[in-house]
């Protein structure tokens, strides 16, 4: 039996991002690349080229259950695939690691971003994870347009069948899963702490408070794609700061590396 509170890294895909990354981080500081190159080598693609990873992860309950976070870029027609590398292969590496679909009893959405939503629905429109709850809070539904794809893929169907589960805040999903909420990427962003005990080491799911390994050399450092730069960046460093206290890894969603130090 999986000992409570194991964390497992599932990859879904590996890719190129659509921009080099010196676009996608410009006012980060020459030493911050540098850094970043000794923290995750694996992220230099050619020319400049920002290769990342699409990872979830899996955190092991009592009885054979699992809490999933993040549901990866999904099957070939999700809304990823505008521009990842589609379809993931999050199915199979959940086969490798021993997990049954239902087996998993909540799937925590860090956000709703379509590489972090996409396996909410299966190929043939079906919610992939038929016992689970949706975890998400409540200020990101509140703030995705509906007209976005995410909306129609993950929200309007896990609502239809009640699994969509909008929360308020810090929240304890179960004994030693907590979510954390670290807005700015999204407006409600949120992390998750993992309180293995038992002396184990605590993991922080970080999701995309920190998507390259310059934000971990240069926490300042800002991503063109965040909603609310400002926010991010102190969410970003709080969240360091509150693993450096714990002695906690991080768990990283798109760093090459699934388990990194905070610095």
Request: aromatic share 6%.
């Amino acid at each position: 039996m999986d000992r409570h509170g194991r964390v497992v890294a599932l990859l879904d895909a590996t890719g190129i991002f659509f921009e080099p990354a010196r676009t996608a981080f410009p006012g980060a500081s020459e030493a911050a690349w540098e850094r970043a190159g000794q923290l995750d080598p694996g992220a230099s693609g050619p020319d400049g080229a920002w290769r990342l990873d699409f990872r979830c992860f899996a955190i092991a309950r009592p009885g054979g259950r699992w809490v999933l976070v993040d549901a990866g870029i999904g099957p070939a027609r999700s809304p990823a695939a505008a521009w990842a590398p589609v379809p993931g292969r999050l199915p199979d590496a959940l086969a490798a690691a021993g997990i049954a679909p239902a087996d998993v009893e909540a799937v925590v959405l860090t956000h709703l971003h379509e590489d972090h939503a996409g396996w909410s629905s299966g190929a043939g429109g079906e919610p992939l994870f038929p016992a689970a709850r949706y975890v998400v809070q409540r200020a990101e539904v509140a703030g995705l347009d509906r007209a976005d794809p995410v909306w129609d893929w993950t929200v309007a169907p896990l609502r239809a069948s009640g699994q969509l589960h909008e929360v308020a805040g810090t929240h304890r999903l179960a004994p030693g899963i907590t979510l954390l909420p670290t807005p700015g990427h999204t407006p409600g962003h949120q992390s998750v702490l993992v309180d293995r005990g038992d002396g184990a080491r605590d993991v922080v799911v970080t999701g995309d408070v920190l998507v390259h390994a310059v934000q971990l050399a240069e926490p300042a450092a800002a991503y063109s794609h965040e909603r609310d730069r400002d926010t991010a960046r102190a969410s970003r460093e709080d969240l360091l700061a509150r693993a450096r206290r714990r002695g906690a890894l991080l768990a990283t969603a798109h760093l090459t590396r699934a388990f990194v130090e905070p610095g």
